[in-house]
């Protein structure tokens, strides 16, 4: 009897699992219905001298479609009415969330610590979600989508938290600052220079690309795998020449952001028929593990809280997947082979006239500030030309470029000192030409 009991709290405990298990997974994949209501705050992150909200219109071509709650949040050192840095996040990025401790500044720190910058929540990125960009039956309105979640509107928020901060007396007294980007948020902060540049004294530009100049030197946005792996991009398009599995474009991929050519190569080998079985296990060992696992990811890209994403990848790629028919291991772009399967919809949605080939418009020539471009000899993503071409579109613009991968961790000490004498002093002073002439710079050495 007592035995019959233990099994039928074992099956009660399990049944309640799977109903609470059902149940997040619904609350999980279901589109947002409400959003934070004006005058109120997130009870994880009260405002405070630190974080600062504020209203902001839905959309700033229509002001009548009404307003939401953003915020920002001041970094540790913050220090009112001295020279602030703006780190833009783009909305693949999500970067920036509900930061309310030391500790959530770490990654931030490790990269401006001892700056005053400021951190933007982004429209679109939890926990601040449009329900409105959503179909009665959770389905995406792609036009809306990209309407509300564009990186235009963006730069708008951009520029609204930057006058809410002079209003406030938290910058300088000419309302300047400076801008600092990597990867997709390099690009936005082209796009931020292109409208708003004249309240920006100097950038800094890391990692990054630009699909307008990409075009006009008849390139592609992305570098090509062949670039970064001659040897692993050859094979790979013997084996797969109508394009790799998805998956293996992606464990590729996130290896190449690490700047693992080794890696890349071995899993690359795997895949023919002789090898050896611990290159093939060396495959299934990487693309176990959650970052490089493709079908975890699509999945979660793929809810309806995610379609930020897609919207700024769209942005950035959707030209580019158009016209993306490799011919040969030198037009081979991992990024493209698995993004092309994450925007299926939204390459679907341009195909039926729903909404717009991505195009940029962008004047450089225009900016008088300071710019510095960094790019990396093994950045996967972004070739040294790529930044190459960033850096020569400004009048007053200098590259560097370092031994690295596109997430640059190699000489965190010194990309740490490098950033704060450009910020502080300026790209011509003897700081940051020290900097410049330091043999872990490889420009013109």
């Given at each position: 009897?007592?035995?019959?009991?233990?099994?039928?709290?074992?099956?009660?405990?399990?049944?309640?699992g799977?109903?609470?298990?059902?149940?997040?997974?619904?609350?999980?994949?279901?589109?947002?219905?409400?959003?934070?209501?004006a005058?109120?705050?997130?009870?994880?992150m009260?405002?405070?001298?630190?974080?600062?909200?504020?209203?902001?219109?839905?959309?700033?071509?229509?002001?009548?479609?009404?307003?939401?709650?953003?915020?920002?949040?001041?970094?540790?050192?913050?220090?009112?009415?001295?020279?602030?840095?703006?780190?833009?996040?783009?909305?693949?990025?999500?970067?920036?969330?509900?930061?309310?401790?030391?500790?959530?500044?770490?990654?931030?720190?490790?990269?401006?610590?001892?700056?005053?910058?400021?951190?933007?929540?982004?429209?679109?990125?939890?926990?601040?979600?449009?329900?409105?960009?959503?179909?009665?039956?959770?389905?995406?309105?792609?036009?809306?989508?990209?309407?509300?979640?564009?990186?235009?509107?963006?730069?708008?928020?951009?520029?609204?938290?930057?006058?809410?901060?002079?209003?406030?007396?938290?910058?300088?007294?000419?309302?300047?600052?400076?801008?600092?980007?990597?990867?997709?948020?390099?690009?936005?902060?082209?796009?931020?220079?292109?409208?708003?540049?004249?309240?920006?004294?100097?950038?800094?530009?890391?990692?990054?690309?630009?699909?307008?100049?990409?075009?006009?030197?008849?390139?592609?946005?992305?570098?090509?795998?062949?670039?970064?792996?001659?040897?692993?991009?050859?094979?790979?398009?013997?084996?797969?020449?109508?394009?790799?599995?998805?998956?293996?474009?992606?464990?590729?991929?996130?290896?190449?952001?690490?700047?693992?050519?080794?890696?890349?190569?071995?899993?690359?080998?795997?895949?023919?028929?002789?090898?050896?079985?611990?290159?093939?296990?060396?495959?299934?060992?990487?693309w176990?593990?959650l970052?490089?696992?493709?079908?975890?990811?699509?999945?979660?890209?793929?809810?309806?809280?995610?379609?930020?994403?897609?919207?700024?990848?769209?942005?950035?790629?959707?030209?580019?997947?158009?016209?993306?028919?490799?011919?040969?291991?030198q037009?081979?772009?991992?990024?493209?082979?698995?993004?092309?399967?994450?925007?299926?919809?939204?390459?679907?949605?341009?195909?039926?006239?729903?909404?717009?080939?991505?195009?940029?418009?962008?004047?450089?020539?225009?900016?008088?500030?300071?710019?510095?471009?960094?790019?990396?000899?093994?950045?996967?993503d972004?070739?040294?030309?790529?930044?190459?071409?960033?850096?020569?579109?400004?009048?007053?613009?200098?590259?560097?470029?370092?031994?690295?991968?596109?997430?640059?961790?190699?000489?965190?000490?010194?990309?740490?000192?490098?950033?704060?004498?450009?910020f502080?002093?300026?790209?011509?002073?003897?700081?940051?030409?020290?900097?410049?002439?330091?043999?872990?710079?490889l420009?013109?050495?």
């Amino acid at each position: 009897m007592y035995k019959k009991k233990i099994k039928i709290v074992i099956m009660l405990i399990f049944i309640a699992g799977l109903i609470y298990g059902g149940y997040e997974y619904r609350v999980f994949t279901a589109a947002p219905t409400t959003r934070l209501a004006a005058g109120n705050y997130y009870p994880e992150m009260p405002p405070d001298a630190q974080h600062h909200y504020l209203q902001l219109p839905v959309d700033h071509n229509d002001p009548s479609q009404g307003t939401f709650t953003d915020f920002y949040i001041l970094s540790p050192n913050f220090k009112p009415g001295d020279p602030v840095v703006f780190w833009l996040c783009d909305l693949q990025q999500e970067m920036v969330g509900l930061i309310s401790t030391s500790a959530h500044f770490d990654y931030f720190e490790n990269s401006l610590g001892g700056l005053s910058y400021v951190l933007i929540g982004n429209r679109g990125t939890s926990p601040t979600l449009f329900p409105e960009i959503y179909n009665n039956d959770g389905s995406v309105n792609y036009n809306l989508a990209t309407k509300l979640y564009g990186s235009d509107q963006q730069i708008d928020d951009i520029e609204a938290v930057r006058q809410d901060m002079q209003s406030q007396g938290l910058l300088p007294p000419d309302g300047k600052i400076m801008l600092y980007g990597g990867s997709g948020g390099g690009f936005l902060v082209q796009q931020f220079l292109n409208k708003y540049g004249s309240h920006v004294i100097r950038a800094l530009i890391e990692s990054s690309g630009a699909p307008d100049l990409a075009q006009q030197n008849h390139s592609t946005f992305a570098t090509n795998f062949y670039e970064s792996n001659p040897e692993a991009a050859t094979t790979l398009f013997t084996l797969y020449p109508k394009g790799p599995p998805s998956s293996l474009a992606y464990t590729l991929f996130k290896l190449g952001l690490q700047g693992d050519k080794d890696a890349q190569t071995k899993i690359v080998e795997g895949q023919t028929s002789n090898t050896a079985f611990q290159n093939k296990y060396f495959y299934f060992k990487n693309w176990i593990k959650l970052p490089n696992n493709f079908p975890l990811v699509n999945f979660i890209i793929g809810i309806p809280s995610e379609v930020e994403v897609k919207v700024r990848i769209y942005e950035l790629l959707g030209a580019d997947l158009q016209n993306y028919h490799p011919t040969s291991p030198q037009e081979v772009v991992l990024m493209y082979e698995w993004t092309r399967v994450v925007l299926a919809d939204f390459l679907q949605a341009n195909t039926e006239g729903l909404i717009a080939t991505p195009h940029f418009d962008i004047n450089r020539s225009s900016y008088s500030g300071e710019i510095m471009v960094w790019s990396g000899t093994g950045d996967q993503d972004f070739s040294s030309q790529m930044g190459q071409w960033i850096s020569d579109s400004y009048p007053h613009a200098q590259q560097a470029v370092f031994s690295d991968a596109h997430e640059r961790k190699k000489y965190p000490d010194y990309y740490r000192d490098f950033r704060k004498a450009f910020f502080i002093n300026g790209l011509y002073s003897p700081e940051t030409q020290n900097c410049f002439d330091d043999a872990r710079q490889l420009k013109g050495k």
